[in-house]
């Protein structure tokens, strides 16, 4: 699978990132995407703690729903690189696709949504964070 214009972030594996096999624990792949998905809005002008302290109860990002397809194992110190796309941006939701590659091999693929919180429920993003996912939002061709 293809994704056009990812933002990417290069991570290296270290050992506190594996388990007793030697191999990354799956759990450290989903460190490293939230990772990838925070310098994502930081490079888009989206500052979480901006929106935690601006909002009147608080506005947050939460992980709605992911799936995640581990094809290949990846081993301390590799250098790898997660790559996310913003794919669609809905109401109250952002759909990001994710890839953590080595040297190019497809190791990690993820799709994940993500909702804004507010006071404990859903709620519409803020114009100007909608339109900043927007600039970035893209559309996948076959």
């Known amino acids: 699978m293809t994704l056009p214009a990812p933002h990417r972030l290069p991570i290296r594996v270290y050992y506190e990132d594996t388990d007793f096999s030697g191999l990354v ?29 601006e909002s009147s109860a608080g506005l947050f990002f939460v992980v709605r729903a992911m799936t995640i397809d581990f094809r290949k194992p990846a081993l301390m110190d590799d250098l790898l690189t997660v790559e996310t796309v913003v794919e669609d941006v809905g109401g109250a939701t952002v759909a990001l696709a994710q890839r953590v590659l080595r040297d190019g091999e497809l190791l990690v693929f993820a799709s994940v949504k993500v909702a804004a919180v507010e006071n404990g429920r859903a709620r519409r993003l803020p114009p100007d964070v909608r339109a900043k996912f927007e600039s970035a939002a893209v559309t996948a061709t076959p």
């Open 25 to 53: 624990y799956h759990a450290s792949h989903l460190r490293f995407m939230e990772r990838g998905r925070t310098e994502l809005l930081r490079e888009l002008g989206i500052h979480q703690r901006a929106l935690l302290e």
